[in-house]
């Protein structure tokens, strides 16, 4: 069989990691995961991390690697991936590739634009600006450092905007000029797959999650890292809601009910990410794990 690079992708909450030790199990594999914050140890209850069962049955790579202070990126990600590869297809024709952080499954698949690496200096200017100006002085920034990027970037995603930000002030010219947006050729076959299913469903399940993350010990998961809450590792979804309720902005069940939302929103991103892709095979809870299989060796 020729060697081959199976992408396990969809929304938040749609069991990418059940369907992928699955997947591993019978194809005798190892799992590569594609989450932008997994990667960090300590907080594996805010990131829905692979449980310590599911580590123990199959080998999982990029989990719990980084500390909370470590900085990682999409081009990180593509250079490591790439270097775990030849090792699991020695055992294996087939890796598997997990997670819900399309930009790290895009340079993988697609390959990524070489930006400059970020000094921790330009990085704290960077982020300075949103926490002395909050995100309209971050807007205003990339609008000065970059006009052309500022006029198509989502104006809501801090996160993005600050990235183009740093990458400017690193490379000295704005972060657009460094976008080429070519893909790269790989000299193996790739299979991409989405879990896809109704929105309602999709929102029951993302609800039941957040029930379970905090019967499981959310709280005190967010307390024990609280103090190190100024890390970008920590700026998110589940986190950043509690560390809003110990500073007494909100009660528990606003806390609670928000992360809530919070997460369908980062869900509704993620979908809307992945219809842009047309080489993206969709699958539904159902089907995925036979239909998977099928795609793997009729392809």
């Not at 049955?57 to 790439?82: M, P």
């Not at 399940?205 to 957040?210: D, E, S």
Request: charged share 30%; hydrophobic share 40%; with cysteine.
């Amino acid at each position: 069989m020729e060697k081959t690079l199976l992408v396990v992708t969809g929304p938040t909450a749609s069991g990418k990691s059940a369907l992928s030790l699955r997947l591993a199990k019978e194809l005798s594999t190892e799992i590569i995961s594609a989450d932008s914050r997994q990667l960090y140890r300590d907080i594996p209850i805010a990131t829905a991390a692979p449980s310590p069962q599911m580590l123990a049955e199959i080998r999982h790579h990029l989990v719990g690697t980084l500390g909370l202070d470590e900085y990682y990126s999409a081009a990180r990600f593509e250079e490591d991936a790439l270097a775990l590869l030849p090792d699991i297809w020695n055992n294996s024709d087939v890796a598997i590739v997990c997670g819900g952080s399309m930009m790290y499954v895009d340079a993988l698949t697609y390959g990524i634009d070489s930006l400059p690496d970020i000094d921790p200096d330009v990085r704290r200017r960077a982020y300075a600006i949103m926490d002395e100006g909050g995100i309209k002085a971050v807007a205003e920034e990339l609008r000065r450092l970059d006009p052309v990027y500022w006029s198509r970037v989502d104006r809501a995603n801090h996160k993005r905007m600050i990235h183009a930000i740093e990458v400017s002030m690193q490379a000295g010219r704005p972060y657009s000029s460094l976008l080429t947006g070519r893909r790269r050729e790989r000299p193996f076959r790739i299979i991409r797959t989405a879990i896809g299913m109704e929105r309602d469903e999709l929102f029951g399940r993302i609800n039941r999650r957040v029930d379970e993350m905090i019967a499981d010990g959310l709280e005190e998961e967010a307390m024990r890292v609280y103090p190190m809450r100024h890390y970008n590792s920590l700026n998110t979804v589940g986190l950043k809601e509690m560390f809003a309720m110990f500073d007494g902005q909100m009660d528990r069940s606003t806390a609670i009910a928000r992360i809530a939302k919070n997460t369908r929103v980062y869900a509704k991103k993620q979908l809307t990410w992945l219809k842009k892709s047309t080489d993206t095979i969709f699958v539904t809870p159902d089907d995925a794990f036979e239909k998977i299989l099928r795609l793997i060796t009729t392809s």
